[in-house]
């Protein structure tokens, strides 16, 4: 594209066959002639221009051809065309419209989801308060079942020496049954 530009430039000041590739040391030529029209900046890839005078040539750019461009500091300002005016008030009024139907249609679809998000997190709020009573109901049934564990230990104490007193009674039992015999 700088390639491009450049050899528009150098056509246009010193002539020479459009379309041709230019060699390295026309590109030098080049340069040059853009440095004589303002300032050229290298950094890599990118070149950049700006022409000496800048505010003068954009004045004869706008002036019309074969007209002097006007001196001074004054400015030839052309006639704006109502019509032109009008249709651009019509479309900035279409546009406006248009503004506000997005803005509605958006101002909806944030309290659409706004709702669902609010109902999301009550959703969750009244699943971690639930889940917090189970736990609290699982442990309260835990401390409970061990308690009552505790107490059918304490309960079964007397069961061991209950078991040996039965297998003595049981053995002398035997014994005199033999004996009767």
Known sequence: RDERSLEALSLAGGGG???RQLPEGRRATLASALELEGTVLREGRLTQFVANN???RIRLS???RGEPPAGGGGSSIPAIDPGALQDVVALAGQVAAQVDELLRNVHCGLQALTALSVGCIQT???????LGEAADLSIRAMYALVARCEELDRAMQ????LAKRIRDMKGTLERLEGLCK
Do not use: C, F
């Not at 969750?124 to 639930?130: H, N, Q």
């Not at 007397?158 to 020496?161: K, N, S, T």
């Open 124 to 130: 969750y709020r009244d699943g971690v308060e639930s």
């Open 17 to 19: 066959a459009a379309g």
């Open 62 to 64: 706008g002036a019309p």
């Open 158 to 161: 007397p069961v061991p020496a």
């Open 54 to 56: 800048l505010e003068r």
